[in-house]
């Protein structure tokens, strides 16, 4: 049992045999133990009715949703996964630690699945294709199996030859648990000193990182679960991409999802100016700053290649 607590700690108490190409009898096994966390944090939302609500804790649960969106975003796909702009050792470190507030493992890990994603998109060895092994596998089936618990290491060697980028992969819990209770401790000081605020600890460790984190989560997944099956096809990928306003908006940009398949390069995956993504503004304004550069973008040539969708521009 004590073996098995430990993979809540230590990512390295997990060993997987072919965690790379191997997609046989195992490839839907779940590891109870290891996924009760994931299960517990989904109970833990009735809490409200414990906690109550005030306009803060709401308000604070959307600021940290919409941030730590654009983390995921911005940072651990459009950067880690995709490299669509350039930074400073120091900065990325920056970028992985607000990333792993968000609960969604590494960044290591979540590059490697994102970038084997893209080599097989909705076939068989797509992971997360809804095409090919249904919506509810694709939302969250995949990552809770233990074929996919591995970070995939070959497939970012790139991202590998840095330490503390595999000490957070390693120890991805640590990150999350400080900010957990940072917000607990963040609540506890606004009872004390503002109590105007009408919130606490519990309620702002529910609002803020509970309930927020689960939306989150949600809302991340439908790119992987419906983004390959609702909405328009702009592009002749050889997958099924679309691209979907509503998803878009939910996920801050990521909803233009054909048009990512059609050129995964460009950090702007809105092509068009009416394509709303807000990922891409707020490189902008790192860019601005100083904090990044050479942020990639689709050129006029490809972005009008390869169509298929009668559209006039």
């Given amino acids: 049992m004590l073996k098995k607590l430990s993979k809540w700690f230590d990512n390295n108490a997990v060993k997987v045999e072919g965690a790379l190409t191997d997609y046989e009898a195992d490839w839907r096994e779940v590891d109870i133990v290891r996924?009760?966390?994931?299960?517990?944090?989904?109970?833990?939302?009735?809490a409200v009715f414990w906690v109550g609500v005030s306009v803060f804790a709401v308000l604070f649960a959307l600021a940290l949703y919409a941030?730590?969106?654009?983390?995921?975003?911005?940072?651990?796909?459009?950067?880690?996964?995709?490299?669509?702009?350039?930074?400073?050792?120091?900065?990325?470190?920056?970028?992985?630690?607000?990333?792993?507030?968000?609960?969604?493992?590494?960044?290591?890990?979540?590059?490697?699945?994102?970038?084997?994603?893209?080599?097989?998109s909705d076939q068989n060895d797509d992971a997360h294709s809804p095409v090919q092994h249904g919506f509810l596998w694709s939302h969250l089936g995949w990552f809770l199996s233990n074929q996919h618990f591995a970070t995939q290491t070959m497939r970012v060697k790139d991202l590998a030859k840095?330490?503390?980028?595999?000490?957070l992969d390693r120890f991805d819990v640590v990150v999350p648990s400080l900010f957990a209770l940072s917000i607990y401790m963040?609540?506890?000081?606004?009872?004390?000193?503002?109590?105007?605020?009408?919130?606490?600890?519990?309620?702002?460790?529910?609002?803020?990182?509970?309930?927020?984190?689960?939306?989150?989560?949600?809302?991340?997944?439908?790119?992987?679960?419906?983004?390959?099956?609702?909405?328009?096809?702009?592009?002749?990928?050889?997958?099924?991409?679309?691209?979907?306003?509503?998803?878009?908006?939910?996920?801050l940009g990521e909803g233009w999802h054909n048009n990512h398949h059609h050129f995964p390069g460009s950090a702007r995956q809105g092509f068009y100016w009416w394509e709303i993504d807000i990922t891409y503004y707020g490189l902008k304004i790192l860019a601005a700053l100083g904090?990044?550069?050479?942020?990639?973008?689709?050129?006029?040539?490809?972005?009008?290649?390869?169509?298929?969708?009668a559209e006039k521009l």
């Fill in 67 to 120: 941030i730590r969106m654009f983390a995921v975003t911005g940072f651990y796909h459009r950067y880690f996964s995709h490299k669509t702009f350039r930074t400073t050792r120091a900065f990325q470190l920056v970028l992985a630690v607000i990333g792993a507030t968000a609960v969604q493992r590494g960044p290591l890990w979540w590059a490697s699945h994102h970038r084997q994603h893209h080599v097989n």
């Fill in 162 to 167: 840095f330490v503390e980028l595999r000490w």
């Fill in 186 to 251: 963040l609540g506890v000081f606004l009872a004390d000193y503002y109590p105007h605020f009408n919130t606490n600890g519990p309620q702002l460790l529910v609002w803020g990182f509970v309930i927020s984190t689960v939306l989150l989560y949600h809302a991340t997944f439908t790119v992987n679960s419906l983004a390959h099956v609702w909405g328009n096809r702009r592009y002749a990928t050889p997958d099924q991409s679309r691209n979907n306003l509503w998803i878009a908006l939910l996920t």
């Fill in 291 to 309: 904090l990044i550069w050479d942020v990639r973008t689709v050129s006029i040539q490809m972005r009008n290649s390869r169509r298929i969708s």
């Fill in 35 to 46: 996924v009760v966390p994931f299960i517990i944090l989904h109970l833990a939302c009735f």
